[in-house]
């Protein structure tokens, strides 16, 4: 089945060690999203790449990079994770067609990182 | 800022009465919207969406009622079950192609 795969399920970092979480998709979507969702809270969007057009929220700290080589994968770098990066990142990806024609996200399961 | 939110942060039902979820948005520019249900420890699934030309759209046991007069969105589910149990967000797109922004969410529990 076509779908968004995140890798790993679960990754432990230390404090100001930089970490990467990984994202790969099969549904040749145009545009992929990293989302961060903190416990009992709304997912809140990082940056997107529309193709490898990158677009960043203006609130998203520098701490956080992305990368997306190709249309199948795309990294999100946390270059030095505090404790306050401990969440469930999310990526996703739609279609990105014409304005006639919203389309809904397709989100993985998720990497939940937690930082010691 | 404009923001969507939701009026319930928790909803309890039993097993079989039908469940009513709120949400309130603010960014009048939101021309599409999509309610995302979330399992414990899994990426938001999609459950129904709705355009601003329409007020209702129903699906499989879910209606979406959208009152732009007021910016208030609601997820009707018919004949709630367990399976039903997970966090409820509306989200809205402030007018973009491919943006969304997501409310709070409401936990909805289902007991037997």
């Known amino acids: 089945d076509a779908m968004v795969i995140q890798n790993p399920r679960y990754q432990v970092t230390q404090f100001g060690k930089p970490v990467t979480l990984s994202c790969s998709q099969t549904l040749n979507h145009n545009v992929m999203y990293w989302y961060q969702q903190k416990s009992s809270q709304a997912p809140k969007l990082l940056f997107h790449?529309?193709?490898?057009?990158?677009?960043n929220e203006a609130d998203t700290p520098d701490n956080f990079q992305s990368r997306r080589p190709n249309t199948s994968f795309c990294f999100l770098d946390i270059r030095s994770p505090g404790l306050g990066d401990a969440a469930m990142y999310l990526c996703?990806?739609?279609?990105?067609?014409?304005?006639?024609?919203?389309?809904?996200?397709?989100f993985g399961s998720g990497t939940q990182l937690s930082v010691l | 800022g404009e923001s969507v939110g939701l009026h319930l942060p928790t909803l309890s039902v039993q097993e079989g009465d039908n469940s009513i979820i709120n949400c309130a948005y603010s960014?009048?520019?939101?021309?599409?919207f999509i309610w995302y249900k979330q399992e414990s420890g899994k990426g938001p699934q999609f459950i129904i969406d709705i355009r601003s030309n329409m007020d209702k759209r129903q699906g499989q046991r879910v209606t979406v009622l959208l009152n732009k007069t007021v910016k208030h969105l609601s997820l009707q589910i018919a004949a709630t079950q367990p399976g039903d149990s997970a966090v409820y967000f509306c989200?809205?797109?402030?007018?973009?192609?491919?943006?969304?922004?997501f409310g709070k969410g409401t936990l909805l529990t289902v007991n037997p």
């Open positions: 989200a809205e797109n402030g007018g973009s192609n491919y943006k969304l922004t």
């Open positions: 960014n009048s520019a939101s021309d599409y």
């Open positions: 790449y529309y193709d490898k057009d990158f677009n």
């Open positions: 996703a990806t739609s279609r990105g067609v014409g304005r006639d024609l919203r389309r809904e996200l397709f």
